[in-house]
């Protein structure tokens, strides 16, 4: 069982930068989880925008490149999206997951674990 709590989400005009954290809780070693963020827009469908596994690899969306980071603590228990150079675009609800496997998936019911998801505002 794994429980996710988002945070660091807020109001950032375009151009800016916020770094969102997930902080887990869980009965086993969370480094062995593979462990995701995923947006929502109003209207649109949950779509993946960055993974990271046990050893630290990294895939991410094309549409965030370059431009958001992926990082993990596991001695924190918790995981970051360091997300530069916003655009009105990245405006959505952000949530982490978690999967106890080593791949990482896009696909968001591949992911157990979930948290209640922090909102990302980006003004132009």
């Known amino acids: 069982q794994v429980h996710l709590v988002e945070s660091g989400g807020g109001l950032v005009q375009a151009g800016g930068s916020l770094r969102l954290s997930c902080a887990a809780t869980s009965g086993r070693n969370f480094g062995s989880y593979t462990v995701a963020w995923f947006r929502q827009a109003p209207g649109k469908e949950r779509d993946f925008i960055a993974a990271?596994?046990?050893?630290?690899?990294?895939s991410f969306a094309d549409s965030v490149k370059g431009r958001f980071t992926i990082s993990r603590d596991n001695a924190k228990n918790t995981l970051y999206l360091q997300m530069n150079n916003l655009k009105p675009e990245d405006t959505a609800i952000y949530y982490c997951?978690?999967?106890?496997?080593?791949?990482?998936?896009?696909?968001?019911?591949?992911?157990?674990?979930w948290g209640q998801g922090t909102q990302v505002t980006v003004s132009t």
């Open positions: 990271i596994n046990f050893s630290g690899s990294t």
């Open positions: 997951a978690a999967r106890a496997s080593t791949f990482a998936v896009i696909t968001p019911t591949m992911y157990l674990y």
